[in-house]
């Protein structure tokens, strides 16, 4: 009896889960059509992350979803944009420089710096939103944050690409989760993100109270 309520339980929270993952790709679709899908993009992703982070926190998503969904993305829309632009064009700066290093110039050491580089700001990618998210910094700030998260925490770093990668694999061998591909990609990245920010916050605060 006791092993039934068990996997009865077990089933109802995956269901729930499935069911939340479905809303959010729903809720994403429809922020990506309403900006355009250019403007609409950043916010969409951002306040996924925002829910999975509530999440996390809270061990519960917010009350009354959809509205709580639009009200965010509406209140960080603009910052959002300006965000994700900006970390844009320096990964497009970094891969036409590539390019170029590539065709004329064809020297090895510039083209494994600029390579490095490029790989480096993919990587911190992965924490960009959730740390504008969770935290209130000014701009140089975001970004000494976020090197300083992705090189201080290799585990969850690498277990953000890795499961990015089994989490592409899984969508595209099974179209099935093409309805919940956007969360359930995102859904390990703020995982990963939340943990890593957790330790920083328990390290400050352990060195604060040993003071």
């Known amino acids: 009896m006791p092993t039934s309520n068990a996997f009865y339980d077990l089933s109802y929270r995956f269901g729930t ?37 509530f999440l996390f926190t809270n061990k519960e998503v917010p009350q ?30 970094l891969w036409f420089d590539l390019r170029i290093a590539a065709h004329f110039l064809r020297h090895s050491f510039v083209h494994l710096s600029l390579l490095l580089f490029l790989c480096l700001f993919i990587l911190a990618g992965f924490y960009f939103l959730p740390v504008f998210l969770r935290y209130q910094l000014t701009f140089s700030q975001y970004f000494i944050r976020v090197f300083l998260l992705m090189f201080l925490n290799p585990f969850q770093t690498l277990a953000m690409v890795v499961s990015s990668i089994l989490t592409s694999a899984l969508v595209f061998w099974c179209p099935l989760f093409c309805f919940l591909a956007i969360p359930l990609f995102l859904f390990p990245i703020g995982f990963f993100t939340f943990q890593a920010m957790q330790r920083g916050e328990n390290l400050v605060r352990n060195k604060t109270c040993t003071k």
């Open 17 to 53: 889960f499935l069911i939340l993952l479905l809303k959010l790709q729903f809720f994403w679709l429809l922020t990506l059509l309403k900006g355009g899908i250019i403007f609409g993009l950043f916010p969409a992703t951002a306040t996924i992350f925002q829910v999975f982070l």
């Open 64 to 93: 009354e979803l959809a509205s709580w969904y639009k009200k965010t993305t509406n209140r960080q829309f603009k910052a959002i944009n300006r965000l994700g632009f900006f970390y844009s064009s320096i990964l497009l700066f």
